[in-house]
């Protein structure tokens, strides 16, 4: 008769019987589409199992490439936002800047329409509209 131990030895080197965190049973009909379990989530038993594995979980070689991956993406993200911002800020002066062009460029485009209807009537002779 086998003990334990030598059923979890030929265990390990089958890869049927392989089992990981995040690693979906050969059975399982997941199409990559479905998140796989992960420490985060809740156990079996529907408790929260990420106190009692975080500080094991982040000592290991794991849990620190995993530190470094949350590292990563706050840098990530908080360049990407605060460039957003500035994008943003660029943006509103651009808007800015072009409605101020606008308004001047239709004042300048309305003296030049009036020099010319007076340049015209002062050369057609109308003492009516010339000073």
């Given at each position: 008769?086998?003990?334990?131990?030598?059923?979890?030895?030929?265990?390990?080197?089958?890869?049927?019987?392989?089992?990981?965190?995040?690693?979906?049973?050969?059975?399982?009909?997941?199409?990559?589409?479905?998140?796989t379990r992960g420490i985060d989530q809740e156990d079996s038993a529907g408790s929260d199992c990420i106190g009692t594995v975080t500080s094991e979980f982040r000592s290991s070689p794991l849990g620190k490439i995993l530190d470094r991956a949350e590292l990563l993406e706050r840098s990530f993200y908080n360049y990407v936002h605060a460039h957003q911002e500035r994008l943003e800020t660029r943006l509103e002066e651009s808007k800015q800047l072009e409605s101020t062009f606008t308004d001047s460029l239709k004042a300048l485009k309305q003296e030049i329409y009036d020099l010319a209807k007076q340049q015209k009537q002062v050369d057609t002779g109308d003492p009516e509209t010339s000073h």
């Open positions: 008769m086998e003990n334990k131990n030598e059923r979890t030895r030929k265990d390990k080197g089958d890869p049927r019987h392989r089992r990981g965190v995040g690693v979906p049973s050969p059975n399982s009909e997941n199409d990559g589409t479905q998140r």
